[in-house]
């Protein structure tokens, strides 16, 4: 029959197929019976598994976006690779490969396959929009102008320094560059402020003072510093190009440093590159190089003229400094925040301005003034390289502007270490700022800030009105109370003296002002004579003896005691 004819060939091709299942050791070592039944159910059931492919179907996904901050320095995430299928098992060593083990397993009839398996649960996915972190920009405005380098307010004309080389920010084509070429005579290339409608408070445009179409500093995206024609009226960036610009991103520190960036955003940070371009970084950006020289606290800032600021006193209104008799002395130059001057050439211009604040009977203003003329007079030796003397100018303008604006705490350091303040008037004490009588003045009564709580002083001591007409024998309490009693004293007033001081060594008077300072004369006293008290009296001096007769005291006449 047909049929019979089908089967046979297809009964030899199973036979020849076990023959191979069993022909090597890979399939002996998967297939193997002799094993027994539990390891044939072990090997196919792996069989399975490394046969059959799982796909996971689509899910639903809701997504969360939420926008944080980056941290400085987050940590890295290390991602695990997962294994697309499953291992070869370690008893079918014997197999070369994937391919092998597969082969193997297909002699028990088990084929490669794939299930796909249905999500039942909704995956929700959250989407982090992280920012980049760091601080944002504020302009660095003073409460106040006054007493600073520059009032940008008043769209003055300045020059740009750079602090490293003490040389100008000048205009080179497009590009905005420290000077390289000096000619003789040299032109001054001076800025003023703008202040765009637009700008936030406290910050302004820089535009040139020059002749023809206005032209505004500019600072790009790409981080470029270069000069355009029009503001960008604010701090959106502007431009036909790609590259956009701001022009409304400059401030100014009460010191005399221009700073820029965007409010609530990012500080531009100033560089000068090896061809001397000026450009800007951001705390998110890396446009600058290892080669680059940084600007950390912006350029100079040089009024032109250099104004003056208001002048430093040695001593108040009133009084003289003295000298203690010390001999001043001098430390030489400090580098004026990094400025490296040409050749240390200001080194005795820097003594003589030392010495000169250590002199007392030398001025702020005057000591500061031949200072610079100190150091212009140092800068005439480089006269003949123009660069030279060009940066060796600008250095001393930054020194005179430091020392002319913010000198006075050391000039009142020099003062208090080298210099005593003296009233004019020689009948008057210096307390502080004030040339006061310590005589009558409740406030420095006898000395400089000892207050009188009674309100009232006479000849350095504190009097009351309280006690006024007591005399020995009716002597009321006061102070502390104890053996303190009130005298009656010349002048109409009353004095807390100790009434058991002794009336021998104290010194006859008419009137208060016979007696020292911080002495009153007082009255009607058991002495039977006026007499000077002190200030201090009250509590008594001497050392009483077991018995005995006690000498006459202010409050009590010459008597015998027996004990105390």
């Not at 997962?82 to 014997?94: L, W």
């Not at 001999?327 to 400025?339: H, L, M, S, Y």
């Not at 913010?406 to 009948?427: I, L, P, Q, R, Y």
């Amino acid at each position: 029959m047909r049929l019979n004819s089908a089967l046979v060939p297809l009964a030899l091709l199973l036979h020849g197929a076990a023959a191979a299942c069993n022909s090597d050791n890979c399939a002996r070592a998967v297939t193997g019976t002799r094993r027994g039944d539990p390891f044939e159910t072990t090997a196919k059931a792996d069989c399975s598994r490394f046969m059959t492919k799982t796909v996971t179907g689509s899910a639903v996904t809701v997504t969360n976006t939420v926008s944080i901050t980056a941290a400085p320095n987050a940590p890295q995430a290390t991602v695990v690779k997962r294994d697309g299928t499953a291992a070869v098992p370690s008893y079918a060593s014997a197999c070369s490969g994937t391919s092998r083990y597969s082969s193997a397993c297909s002699c028990w009839g088990i084929t490669a396959g794939t299930v796909t398996v249905t999500p039942t649960s909704i995956v929700t996915a959250t989407v982090t929009v992280t920012g980049t972190p760091g601080a944002t920009y504020t302009p660095p405005v003073p409460t106040s102008y006054d007493s600073c380098v520059f009032d940008p307010s008043t769209t003055g004309d300045f020059d740009l320094l750079d602090p490293t080389s003490a040389l100008p920010i000048i205009k080179n084509g497009s590009l905005a560059m420290v000077v390289q070429d000096v000619t003789n005579p040299w032109v001054p290339v001076r800025y003023k402020t703008v202040k765009a409608a637009g700008a936030p408070n406290g910050v302004y445009d820089l535009q040139l003072v020059a002749d023809g179409a206005p032209q505004f500093l500019a600072i790009y995206k790409s981080g470029k510093v270069g000069f355009v024609s029009t503001s960008s009226n604010g701090q959106t960036y502007t431009g036909d190009g790609d590259d956009k610009y701001i022009t409304s991103a400059f401030s100014f520190t009460c010191k005399g440093r221009l700073t820029a960036g965007i409010v609530g955003g990012s500080e531009f940070h100033f560089s000068i590159t090896t061809d001397q371009r000026v450009v800007v970084t951001t705390s998110s950006s890396s446009g600058n190089t290892k080669r680059d020289i940084p600007v950390p606290d912006g350029f100079y800032v040089i009024p032109a003229p250099i104004p003056g600021a208001p002048p430093g006193q040695r001593c108040p209104a009133g009084q003289t400094a003295v000298s203690k008799g010390l001999t001043p002395t001098a430390n030489g130059c400090g580098a004026k925040d990094g400025i490296k001057v040409p050749d240390l050439s200001f080194g005795e211009c820097c003594n003589d301005h030392d010495i000169c604040y250590g002199t007392c009977s030398e001025q702020f203003g005057p000591c500061n003034s031949k200072f610079l003329s100190c150091m212009v007079g140092s800068c005439a030796k480089f006269a003949p390289i123009p660069k030279l003397f060009l940066a060796c100018n600008g250095a001393a303008a930054t020194y005179y502007l430091a020392v002319q604006f913010f000198g006075k705490n050391a000039f009142a350091a020099a003062t208090k270490e080298m210099c005593d303040c003296k009233c004019d008037d020689k009948t008057k004490t210096a307390c502080g700022d004030k040339c006061v009588d310590t005589t009558n003045d409740p406030e420095n009564c006898g000395s400089c800030f000892f207050h009188c709580p009674s309100g009232s002083c006479t000849n350095g001591a504190c009097s009351f009105n309280s006690c006024t007409g007591s005399t020995c024998g009716a002597f009321g309490p006061c102070g502390p109370g104890g053996s303190c009693v009130c005298a009656s004293i010349t002048g109409g007033t009353g004095f807390c003296v100790n009434g058991q001081t002794p009336c021998n060594g104290l010194a006859d008077c008419g009137s208060s002002a016979d007696c020292p300072l911080g002495s009153v004369c007082a009255v009607g006293t058991c002495c039977q004579r006026n007499v000077c008290i002190t200030t201090d009296a009250c509590g008594g001096f001497q050392k009483q003896q077991k018995r005995g007769w006690l000498n006459a005291t202010i409050g009590e006449p010459t008597r015998w005691v027996d004990s105390f």
